[in-house]
């Protein structure tokens, strides 16, 4: 664990797998608007670091915690130390996830292959979002990923897909269940973005083509998905609760 506490700051935000891509451009987002952050990993400690160190340099508070989004005792220990450090926790950004290698088709997907989909995309979500039901403080802000892919509808995308299906559906209900704790439940749903994870094992071709497909014509950039997240973590988003919006410059 690597930390850049101070004193403890109004509100705390937990971004999981945010050591690269869209996760580490939300933790820096939202520490720029003054709120300290959590900088959850899996195994890549020291891009985490790297994370904090850059969010320490511009004056922000930020900390790194290792966790397993699909081991319940990992999540747990991870909001006990988030509240350790900063004192609380008021905001959760459920970003950890992996997507389906080479576009599998369904009939080719493996027992390994399906149980990883479900378990860090589905049960990750879902561990977080059970912790955090005694863990948030009152008015706090919960944003779930969900994807496209699952209103596209893309062959090679079924088990991923589903997976996202299910956490938007989670989203809405749980949402309903936190009533009367000022607390919002939302998800996002990006389109294509030009991340390491989205790039790796695309060619040129394949990635032409995405960055084609969005009325915008250039495939999205993780600020694109940060911005969006910060508006719905801020107060002009009060209103908005058990929603899925859908950021992907118009692709559907």
């Given at each position: 664990m690597s930390t850049h506490p101070q004193n403890h700051p109004a509100r705390v935000a937990i971004v999981t797998g945010s050591s690269r891509g869209i996760g580490a451009s939300i933790a820096r987002r939202l520490a720029a608007d003054g709120i300290a952050v959590v900088i959850n990993y899996a195994g890549r400690k020291a891009d985490a670091d790297a994370v904090v160190r850059e969010i320490g340099e511009q004056g922000g508070q930020a900390a790194a915690i290792q966790a397993d989004v699909s081991v319940p005792a990992q999540v747990a220990?991870?909001?006990?130390?988030?509240?350790?450090?900063f004192g609380g926790v008021d905001i959760l950004i459920n970003n950890a996830g992996i997507i389906q290698p080479g576009q599998t088709l369904?009939?080719?997907?493996d027992d390994d292959l399906f149980d990883r989909l479900v378990a860090v995309n589905l049960k990750g979500t879902f561990n977080t979002l059970?912790?955090?039901?005694?863990k948030l403080r009152p008015g706090g802000r919960i944003v779930n990923f969900s994807s496209s892919v699952k209103a596209l509808a893309l062959p090679g995308y079924s088990i991923y897909a589903a997976t996202k299906a299910a956490v938007e559906t989670m989203t809405n209900i749980f949402a309903k269940e936190l009533r009367g704790r000022g607390?919002?439940?939302?998800?996002?749903a990006p389109g294509p973005?030009?991340?390491?994870?989205?790039?790796?094992?695309?060619?040129?071709?394949?990635?032409?083509?995405?960055?084609?497909?969005?009325?915008?014509?250039?495939?999205?950039?993780p600020e694109d998905i940060s911005r969006v997240v910060a508006f719905l973590v801020g107060p002009d988003a009060g209103w908005v609760d058990g929603q899925t919006l859908r950021v992907n410059g118009g692709i559907i």
């Open positions: 220990a991870l909001f006990d130390q988030a509240a350790a450090l369904l009939a080719d997907t059970r912790v955090a039901a005694s607390i919002t439940v939302n998800a996002i973005t030009a991340t390491e994870l989205f790039l790796k094992d695309k060619t040129p071709e394949q990635i032409e083509h995405l960055a084609k497909l969005p009325p915008m014509g250039r495939l999205g950039q």
